[in-house]
């Protein structure tokens, strides 16, 4: 009875929405909720959770258990992340559920004899996953500070998972890299091929059924449906097939953590991020910092010296994001307080010189190996009524995570593993990072770019916004707050705006192929800057809230194609 109510409920509610397609650069507009997300099927369940009654903590739960069965590239039971949760008249708090090593994890557990990564093993295999921490992070969520019943949440989800829905392109695409490679996957195989064991097309309807019922047990037992029981038995007996070290042991240790945000301020505005092991919050807020000593607006958007002062800034803060940064319950003494001060911030822009590039130091580093960041990540952006905010970003890592599904449980691994400095002690000037503070220990979670963001006006939530990219997310984030605060874009046009990137190695600025004048890029190379170029940078989805009107204003990057922008 409680399930056919629920899809009554839903399949109303979805009819009475006012919804609108996302059109670039025109934002959505609503009174009353927004939910943004990367598949509109995830933005439309929070939104009819927000009808329900539910609050922004509930809709970013029901729409981010939707986006674990249909973005299987990026949404997740079998990864983690953070969420940023702001409500309109308390104090914000954040949720730490990034993964973390299992207790049988070593140093150089990814290094052949000869000291490199052995066969892309920190990437590619079951060694790769991390312990997933999403159940974990959202269940902790919900009972800190959620409203409707944890079953109406994961119900959708379940429905969509046992029902099934409509194959996009991207989904395809993968299950015929599945279909060309099922003797090496038969796991993935069993979930992503059809029943006569053939690649979906286009406009087919994939079913899940194993997945619908893992996330059953969620439904019906909260975390322990994950974590102890017969899906971690399943987790644990996969492992031990395939050579991966996760056992119900770590499973049943695992536990998210309720922490306190970072705090900055750009201009009058709040600024709230995650702090660490997301190096997002605190990159961003150091970044701000230096950048408030520049009349940007007067400089204008996409001026040479704009992107100048912008990628000196990029380059300061990435610099001590490898040296500083990592998990800190094995890092007690990383130096935020300084790093996130303004005086900080005075000292780094003191040298940045306003027409001259400087050099990111690389002159001790080995040219080997580059470490890599996915880019494959997704973000939801939630307002509720009342005006509480969430910001969530989670992931698997690479694009569908390890590409491994586990066994009679349905969802597929995370391979965050591979986000450890793999080689201990080797940093080189192509980008791969070896230092102290992100190496792997048992317990400990790995170092993220992921960036959930709140900007505060009065401290009230103003901006919501966050984005998938790999090391990218920061400096997309970064790039869509001066967007609205120094350039006076709308949402839409913000996040629509063509965006470049510098992670201080390798020492380049990259810009999207698309959207920058060669004469600008003439003017930065005469400053002595390399440059290069990438063919999109980013997936944000963000709200504004207008602290006038009330009105709320949302924006899914039209970078993804099935992301949606749903109010009411």
């Not at 839903?10 to 009475?16: G, V």
């Not at 959708?156 to 060309?180: C, H, M, Q, T």
């Not at 505005?269 to 007067?298: H, K």
Request: hydrophobic fraction near 35%.
């Amino acid at each position: 009875m409680f399930k056919i109510k629920l899809m009554l409920f839903l399949c109303l509610a979805l009819q009475q929405l006012d919804f609108y397609g996302q059109s670039g650069r025109i934002p959505v507009e609503a009174s009353n909720g927004m939910v943004v997300s990367s598949h509109y099927l995830g933005s439309e369940t929070g939104v009819a959770i927000l009808q329900m009654g539910g609050n922004a903590i509930d809709a970013s739960i029901a729409t981010a258990f939707t986006l674990a069965v249909t973005l299987p590239s990026a949404g997740n039971i079998g990864g983690g992340g953070f969420l940023l949760y702001k409500p309109v008249n308390a104090e914000s708090t954040a949720f730490n559920f990034r993964e973390k090593a299992p207790e049988k994890a070593t140093k150089t557990m990814f290094l052949g004899e000869d000291g490199k990564v052995k066969d892309n093993s920190n990437h590619e295999t079951s060694l790769s996953a991390g312990v997933p921490g999403t159940v974990a992070g959202l269940y902790q969520a919900h009972s800190n500070a959620g409203k409707l019943d944890w079953a109406t949440l994961v119900q959708p989800a379940i429905d969509l998972a046992k029902n099934g829905f409509a194959v996009y392109p991207d989904l395809a695409r993968f299950s015929r890299w599945v279909y060309e490679n099922k003797e090496e996957y038969a796991s993935t195989a069993a979930v992503f091929l059809n029943d006569e064991g053939e690649a979906y097309s286009t406009g087919d309807t994939i079913v899940q059924k194993d997945l619908a019922a893992s996330l059953t047990r969620i439904r019906d037992y909260g975390a322990e449906g994950f974590y102890k029981g017969k899906t971690a038995q399943l987790i644990e007996d996969f492992m031990r097939s395939t050579n991966g070290i996760i056992t119900k042991k770590d499973l049943e240790n695992y536990e998210s953590a309720e922490v306190q945000p970072l705090r900055g301020s750009y201009r009058g505005y709040g600024i709230i991020g995650m702090p660490p092991p997301s190096s997002g919050g605190t990159a961003v807020i150091e970044m701000l910092n230096i950048l408030e000593n520049y009349d940007l607006q007067e400089y204008g958007l996409h001026s040479a010296q704009s992107i100048h002062l912008i990628s000196e800034a990029m380059r300061r803060a990435f610099a001590d994001r490898a040296q500083f940064l990592g998990d800190p319950e094995f890092n007690p003494e990383m130096p935020l307080d300084t790093l996130l001060s303004k005086s900080y911030a005075h000292r780094l822009q003191a040298s940045v010189i306003e027409k001259q590039a400087s050099v990111s130091d690389s002159s001790n580093f080995n040219k080997k190996h580059l470490q890599y960041e996915s880019e494959e990540t997704t973000h939801i952006s939630v307002v509720d009524k009342e005006g509480n905010a969430v910001s969530l970003t989670y992931t698997l890592e690479h694009s569908y995570g390890n590409r491994i599904v586990v066994e009679g449980a349905g969802f597929l691994l995370n391979n965050e593993m591979g986000d450890f400095n793999a080689i201990p002690g080797l940093t080189n000037s192509e980008g791969r990072i070896g230092t102290v503070p992100n190496q792997i220990a048992p317990g400990k979670r790995m170092l993220s770019s992921m960036s959930p963001t709140i900007v505060t006006l009065n401290d009230k939530a103003y901006l919501v916004i966050g984005s998938p990219g790999g090391r990218t997310i920061i400096n997309t984030v970064l790039q869509v707050i001066l967007n609205v605060v120094d350039y006076e874009l709308d949402i839409a046009k913000a996040i629509e705006s063509p965006k470049f990137h510098h992670q201080w190695l390798p020492d380049v600025i990259t810009f999207e192929e698309w959207g920058f004048s060669p004469d600008t890029i003439a003017i930065l190379k005469s400053y002595g800057h390399e440059t290069g170029t990438r063919s999109s940078q980013g997936r944000a989805m963000g709200i504004i809230i207008d602290p006038e009107s009330g009105a709320y204003y949302g924006a899914a990057d039209s970078r993804s194609y099935m992301g949606q922008a749903v109010g009411y």
